[in-house]
Nanobody, 124 residues
Framework: QVQLVESGGGLVQAGGSLRLSCVASIRSFSSYAMGWFRQAPGKERGLIAAISRGGDSTYYADSVKGRFTISRDNAKNTVYLQMNSLKPEDTAVYYC?????????????????WGQGAQVTVSS
């Protein structure tokens, strides 16, 4: 059974940093493109970053470009989201997701597996 488990969320002041991790119990993790999504109260879940299965291609939403970095370690079955210069509007539940694919996947409903989510709260 496939499981994605996020960790690293929490409360941080504006301007601070957090690093989210997502460990995947997937055979052939390196065959999956990965994505990070977030959902704020009253809003739809949206993609903020995605990475190819080899880690050589990435995508960022405009709202996080230049502040967030997605990376992966295929030896550890883990994808990361480094979040810097955090703003109160970054407050949301953050989810990782996996899709059996080569290149970054940009459509939410194309992902095969999802984690349970990690709360990130940025105070002003």
């Amino acid at each position: 059974q496939v499981q994605l488990v996020e960790s690293g969320g929490g409360l941080v002041q504006a301007g601070g940093s957090l690093r989210l991790s997502c460990v995947a119990s997937i055979r052939s993790f390196s065959s999956y493109a990965m994505g990070w999504f977030r959902q704020a109260p009253g809003k739809e879940r949206g993609l903020i970053a995605a990475i190819s299965r080899g880690g050589d291609s990435t995508y960022y939403a405009d709202s996080v470009k230049g502040r967030f970095t997605i990376s992966r370690d295929n030896a550890k079955n883990t994808v990361y989201l480094q979040m810097n210069s955090l703003k109160p509007e970054d407050t949301a539940v953050y989810y990782c997701a996996a899709k059996f694919a080569d290149t970054p996947v940009l459509l939410t409903n194309h992902y095969d597996y999802w984690g349970q989510g990690a709360q990130v709260t940025v105070s002003s």
